[in-house]
């Protein structure tokens, strides 16, 4: 029988979402207690990999089961022995053709900035920049990440994909007292992308950019012309649609 879950995470005891050898990551440790209730060996396929610190909300992810159970008994299994930092949402059934990767129509991810007194409660959650940005300025450049286009500026080096073209279906900036909240939703980002945009607007921020820079920086398709990066933990992966 396949499954899909939706988790979510805090990622700031993991080393990311995919596995990795002699490393604490999220699929690990779902995968473990699948594989425990299955009494074999079970792989996760999610909606997509995150990176060492950054959270989710909504992760999604399919598997198979030898044998059916109820949805409701199997998400209380899982969180009966799930660490507190992974919690399963819900837990459904679907189709044998389901795939939580490739039918993904659109990811949700947010960056909060907190330009306030440092606040430890949200360390986790939040990047502490902790000082005045231009909100603005950033309002005005975000709008220029829209669209479809080659962000092989804004990708990581070790990206070695040879089409780095993206649809980024809509860019929202939201300013709550002294928190910045950047919101970008599309089918699919690039390794590091969404915090290499962010780390890019943070400077525009600050007055070192121009706010009409982004389209010739995305022109460019240079790594080297946007080595600004954001940090990891203000980023959350918030949904992903089917």
Known sequence: MRYLIDFSYCGQLFNGYQKQKNLRTVQEEI?????????SPVTIYSAGRTDALVNALHQKAHFDLKNEIECYKLKGALNSYLPEDIHINEVSLVGNDFHARYMVKEKTYEYKINMGEYNPILRTQVYQYCRPLDVSLMKKAIKDFKGNHDFTTFSSAEDKRDNKVRMINDVMLIREKDLIILRFKSKGFLKYQVRSMVGTLIKIGEGKLR??????????????????????NGLTLINIEY
């Open 211 to 232: 706010p009409d820079i982004i389209p010739s920086l995305i022109d460019k398709k240079d790594r080297k012309s946007a080595p600004f990066m954001a940090p990891s």
């Open 31 to 39: 995968e473990k207690v699948l594989t425990s209730i299955n009494n």
